[in-house]
């Protein structure tokens, strides 16, 4: 090789080299540094969703608040947690008061075209929970959609969506307090509500007299999956090699188990 063709290759090496690092200085900020630097994850959730979150005593208890705990660690920091509201997620999500939002969360086509979201943790679904005497009579979405069914929902998430997409005669209340609308049914002023299927199978061991209606059989295929800003791929990129590593090494199925039983 001639000392002219050495010299051009070495010049094209170094122009490859500068434009690599200047296009690495160019690159757009993400939240995986901004976190870093901050010291601190702000983790939105909504506190009123057993057992993923819940607002207990001045703080969050559930299986989404110990994983938010394990990607805060992952990160360096500390996880702070926000409160929000079901209704509230996306604008609050857009408006940068959180890095995350975590709480079993729907994925949903007409929120991923606002965020993104982390891979699937869960597939899950909705199902009716009822009074046990009444688990009979409520097997379908056609057996539910009549005049004389009472059925409760919380607002502005996805329960809400699918009970008003779903059932055209039903009577439908929107109960604003997710924690206590289970206690409508028992107390006879609903006749059922629907909600994700785990959901209904803890509230049937915590609360006597309700039952699941088939909840491995739910009335809608479902995923869940952590709600991140749209656009930044290289924090999604981190969350997602954080969940898998966290379901590979047994972490996620340990937590899981300390609120499903």
């Known amino acids: 090789m001639s000392i002219a063709s050495m010299v051009r290759r070495a010049g094209l090496a170094a122009c490859l080299t500068f434009a690599a690092s200047s296009a690495w200085a160019q690159a757009p900020a993400s939240l995986?540094?901004?976190?870093?630097?901050r010291g601190t994850l702000q983790v939105c959730t909504t506190g009123d969703y057993k057992p993923f979150t819940l607002a207990k005593d001045g703080a969050f208890e559930g299986i989404d608040i110990e994983l938010a705990k394990s990607l805060a660690k992952a990160l360096g920091v500390e996880a702070k947690f926000v409160q929000t509201k079901w209704s509230d997620l996306l604008t609050d999500m857009g408006s940068g008061k959180c890095d995350v939002a975590m709480g079993g969360i729907s994925v949903t086509l007409d929120r991923q075209k606002k965020v993104f979201f982390s891979s699937p943790y869960l597939v899950n679904g909705k199902a009716p929970i009822v009074r046990c005497a009444d688990k009979g009579k409520f097997q379908t979405v056609a057996d539910i959609d009549k005049p004389e069914t009472r059925v409760i929902v919380n607002p502005g998430g996805t329960n809400e969506r699918f009970v008003r997409a779903n059932f055209k005669q039903a009577k439908i209340e929107v109960y604003p307090d997710n924690?206590?609308?289970?206690?409508?049914?028992?107390?006879?002023?609903?006749?059922?509500?629907?909600?994700?299927?785990?959901?209904?199978?803890v509230q049937e061991k915590a609360?006597?007299?309700?039952?699941?209606?088939?909840?491995?059989?739910?009335?809608?295929?479902?995923?869940?999956?952590?709600?991140?800003?749209?656009?930044?791929?290289?924090?999604?990129?981190?969350?997602?090699?954080?969940?898998h590593l966290a379901k590979a090494t047994g972490e996620f199925a340990k937590i899981y188990g300390q609120f499903v039983r």
């Open 32 to 37: 995986l540094d901004t976190v870093q630097s």
């Open 179 to 201: 924690v206590t609308i289970f206690d409508q049914i028992l107390a006879g002023k609903a006749d059922l509500m629907i909600a994700e299927s785990i959901e209904v199978k």
């Open 207 to 243: 609360k006597p007299g309700l039952c699941a209606v088939n909840p491995d059989e739910p009335l809608q295929y479902g995923e869940m999956g952590y709600m991140l800003p749209r656009g930044d791929a290289p924090f999604k990129a981190f969350v997602d090699t954080w969940l």
